[in-house]
């Protein structure tokens, strides 16, 4: 079972929010508390049903202001005056609400070489098998970018340039995986990057972009970037990976999902693989699958 520590998720508006609603004991009127939308213990219940069913996000009752605050965007973009109609809606209708829904709702903090740790394991992982050996990586929760840039720029540093290395890099949130396919970041974002990196592997933008990097092509073209969800039993990979990276996402889950999820990362990952996961990640209870081979660093059995 996991710590379920990562507060990363709110913002500081949103965590101002929770104070005040700390005082709202429970049931939670419109405008008195200076909100917007009415907002009732019934419609957190019910969001926390829909995004465990549809992401396996588990909700804890600390998220109310969090919640709040996220959908309200959702209310004015669909029109809906209250979280009643517009959850009634969403549940009646198939449509790209749904997904939007869900990118509301993720949490998606990240940063260049973030646990800068396992990208050190990951490099001595790269020079062990003999050179010209294919590799097959999955990023699997890669938010905007940052996570599997990371990855392949020490495959590229490891490996050489022509190395027959591929990433797949994977989210459940459309709009964070359209921000890392674009590959654009704000310089002051690159924390975690040497002067060294951001010569070799980023443009940067002039005029106009001024301020702005682009990742280079040659980084970009090795990473397939594709929507998985990893609670669904649609995976579609043919072919197993060498590495899966599964950072600071299954924090998110309860311990049955974990479990399930645990069990099909194993499921894609050759013998003797490598499972990097998040700083507040432990599956010591999966042992029959995984042995823990370093820091939050697993080997498949
Ligand atoms: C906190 S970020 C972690 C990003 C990166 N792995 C890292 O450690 O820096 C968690 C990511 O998991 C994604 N996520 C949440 N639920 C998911 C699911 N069911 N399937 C795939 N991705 C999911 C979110 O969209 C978000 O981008």
Partial sequence: MLRNSETETATRAERGSALRGATESGATGPLAQGREFVWTDAD???VQALIYQRAGINLHEGKHAMVYSRLSRRLRETGHTSFHDYLGWLET???TEWQEFVNALTTNLTAF???QHHFEILA?????????S???VWCSAASTGEEPYSIVMTALETLGANAPFKLVASDIDSRVLATAAQGVYRLEALKGLTPAHLQRFF???KGGNSGL????PELVKLIEFISVNLIRDDWPFREPFDVVFCRNVMIYFDAPTQRRVLERIHRVLKPGGMLFVGHAENFSESR?????????VYERR
Avoid: I, N, Q
């Avoid at 990097?213 to 280079?216: F, G």
């Avoid at 029959?288 to 939050?296: A, E, I, P, Q, V």
């Fill in 44 to 46: 957190f219940s019910r």
């Fill in 93 to 95: 209708h198939d449509g």
């Fill in 113 to 115: 070489f973030r646990e």
């Fill in 124 to 132: 001595s992982h790269l020079r062990a098998k003999p050179a010209g």
């Fill in 134 to 136: 294919p590799w097959r």
């Fill in 203 to 205: 443009l940067r933008g």
């Fill in 213 to 216: 990097v682009r990742v280079k």
């Fill in 288 to 296: 029959d699958l995984f042995t823990l081979r370093g820091k939050t």
